[in-house]
């Protein structure tokens, strides 16, 4: 990462306002001083990395504050280049830190680094993470409105010059009915092919960081779609929209939408949707060197799914829990990947009592999901609206599930 102020920190200003408000009164804190010597403020010193120059300090009310050395005064740079380096054992870990370590690679740091331009470890099997979902997956996030805001918030996504930064160590490839949209090195420039993002980049990003193998992100998904009735699994007996059971006949490792089931059921059928974007994901990593050029093995490591806003209208609210969990069971059988993670997310204008909500964490709840399924709410993180109006395009809701949604799946690959 280049040594540059982290654009995700506020702006010089309102740190130093913030912070001068916010005063220390133990024994250890330490007095700070702006670079313009107008301000002070006082603050535990956590931790400093002297490759970036970032600075972690902790404010009495537990705060944690996260800077760049560059708003600091040349005393206080010198204090920190001098004696100020800590090591990670002396500071706390947040679990996704300490899940980063389990799995052998760095671990999560508070604020992503700009990726260093560099190549995976080509000797590893790529690791392919699934992505599925309806609409919020396939994803509305305007780039133009992320690109204003990304230097502040997700500093990682562009370099000093405001360009936006590629990661050469994480595939992004997108599928919708079957056809291909986006093939390409991660960018946040372009999610899926149209300028627009969804979580993929924020997931991508997370997950390329903490792993050394080569990551392929691979989205199949169309919008308005219920996982009780398009995207029902093969294995759902009578819990899909009014006690529907799947309706196909494809084979497990050469899926595909069945035209003589289309035809008994009058032109679609009960996981049709399921069919089409698992065959589509199969058919990709047949052909794997096309997608991640160079590589030839991989391993599916985990699934991540947004879906639910169809769900009321044409599925199963009732049998989502259930449903969920023989998506999760259908999909490992599907891509032989039994040990592979799954994470869903929450709708944003959910809280934790709605019913599809309940669903969700109730899925997450039963002995077997327990350290291998997750459920991210997204809530605190959503803005612009409702799910049904792609949250108003904004970018940020998107980035932010996205990166709840990659440190949630971090924390259980190293389960």
């Given at each position: 990462m280049k040594n540059k102020t982290p654009k995700s920190f506020l702006s010089h200003s309102l740190i130093l306002a913030s912070f001068a408000s916010l005063l220390l009164?133990?024994?250890?804190?330490?007095?700070?001083?702006?670079?313009?010597?107008?301000?002070?403020?006082?603050?535990?010193?956590?931790?400093?990395?002297?490759?970036?120059?970032?600075?972690?300090?902790?404010?009495?009310?537990?705060?944690?504050?996260?800077?760049?050395?560059?708003?600091?005064?040349?005393?206080?740079?010198?204090?920190?280049?001098?004696?100020?380096?800590?090591?990670?054992?002396?500071?706390?870990?947040?679990?996704?830190?300490?899940?980063a370590t389990n799995l052998g690679v760095k671990a999560l740091p508070g604020v992503l680094p700009d990726p260093d331009g560099k190549e995976a470890n080509m000797s590893k099997p790529v690791q392919v993470f699934i992505l599925m979902g309806q609409s919020n997956m396939l994803g509305f996030g305007n780039v133009g409105q992320l690109k204003g805001v990304a230097a502040e918030k997700y500093p990682y996504l562009v370099d000093d010059g405001g360009n936006w930064n590629v990661r050469k160590d994480v595939r992004n490839v997108f599928f919708c009915m079957a056809q291909e949209k986006y093939s390409n090195w991660l960018t946040a420039e372009n999610g899926k092919g149209d300028g627009k993002i969804g979580p993929e980049i924020g997931i991508g990003n997370y997950l390329g960081h903490v792993m050394d193998a080569p990551v392929l992100i691979l989205k199949a998904c169309v919008g308005n779609r219920a996982l009780g009735w398009d995207l029902l699994p093969p294995s759902a007996v009578g819990?899909?929209?009014?006690?529907?059971?799947?309706?196909?006949?494809?084979?497990?490792?050469?899926?595909?939408?069945?035209?003589?089931?289309?035809?008994?059921?009058?032109?679609?059928?009960?996981?049709?949707?399921?069919?089409?974007?698992?065959?589509?994901?199969?058919?990709?990593?047949?052909?794997?060197?096309?997608?991640?050029?160079?590589?030839?093995?991989?391993?599916?490591?985990?699934?991540?799914?947004?879906?639910?806003?169809?769900?009321?209208?044409?599925?199963?609210?009732?049998?989502?829990?259930?449903?969920?969990?023989?998506?999760?069971?259908?999909?490992?059988?599907?891509?032989?990947?039994?040990?592979?993670?799954?994470?869903?997310?929450?709708?944003?204008?959910?809280?934790?009592?709605?019913?599809?909500?309940?669903?969700?964490?109730?899925?997450?709840?039963?002995?077997?999901?327990?350290?291998?399924?997750?459920?991210?709410?997204?809530?605190?993180?959503?803005?612009?609206?409702?799910?049904?109006?792609?949250?108003?395009?904004?970018?940020?809701?998107?980035?932010?599930?996205?990166?709840?949604m990659g440190k949630a799946m971090v924390e259980l690959l190293a389960k």
């Amino acid at each position: 990462m280049k040594n540059k102020t982290p654009k995700s920190f506020l702006s010089h200003s309102l740190i130093l306002a913030s912070f001068a408000s916010l005063l220390l009164t133990t024994a250890h804190a330490r007095t700070w001083t702006s670079a313009d010597g107008t301000k002070t403020f006082e603050g535990d010193l956590k931790s400093y990395d002297p490759a970036t120059g970032l600075v972690e300090v902790t404010l009495s009310n537990g705060k944690k504050m996260n800077f760049s050395q560059k708003v600091l005064s040349e005393g206080d740079i010198t204090f920190l280049q001098e004696k100020g380096k800590v090591n990670a054992s002396d500071t706390k870990t947040s679990s996704a830190d300490k899940a980063a370590t389990n799995l052998g690679v760095k671990a999560l740091p508070g604020v992503l680094p700009d990726p260093d331009g560099k190549e995976a470890n080509m000797s590893k099997p790529v690791q392919v993470f699934i992505l599925m979902g309806q609409s919020n997956m396939l994803g509305f996030g305007n780039v133009g409105q992320l690109k204003g805001v990304a230097a502040e918030k997700y500093p990682y996504l562009v370099d000093d010059g405001g360009n936006w930064n590629v990661r050469k160590d994480v595939r992004n490839v997108f599928f919708c009915m079957a056809q291909e949209k986006y093939s390409n090195w991660l960018t946040a420039e372009n999610g899926k092919g149209d300028g627009k993002i969804g979580p993929e980049i924020g997931i991508g990003n997370y997950l390329g960081h903490v792993m050394d193998a080569p990551v392929l992100i691979l989205k199949a998904c169309v919008g308005n779609r219920a996982l009780g009735w398009d995207l029902l699994p093969p294995s759902a007996v009578g819990t899909g929209a009014g006690g529907k059971s799947y309706q196909g006949d494809s084979e497990s490792s050469n899926r595909k939408v069945s035209e003589e089931s289309k035809a008994k059921n009058g032109g679609w059928y009960a996981g049709l949707q399921y069919d089409q974007d698992v065959g589509t994901a199969q058919n990709a990593l047949k052909n794997l060197a096309t997608y991640y050029p160079g590589t030839t093995k991989f391993e599916v490591a985990g699934f991540f799914w947004w879906q639910g806003n169809a769900e009321a209208g044409k599925g199963s609210v009732e049998n989502y829990d259930k449903n969920l969990a023989f998506l999760f069971n259908d999909l490992r059988k599907d891509f032989n990947a039994p040990n592979a993670k799954f994470v869903c997310a929450t709708l944003g204008e959910h809280d934790k009592n709605a019913p599809l909500s309940q669903k969700m964490f109730a899925f997450a709840e039963r002995p077997e999901s327990k350290g291998q399924a997750a459920v991210f709410f997204t809530q605190p993180v959503a803005n612009g609206g409702s799910s049904g109006s792609h949250y108003g395009g904004n970018a940020e809701t998107y980035m932010n599930v996205g990166e709840g949604m990659g440190k949630a799946m971090v924390e259980l690959l190293a389960k």
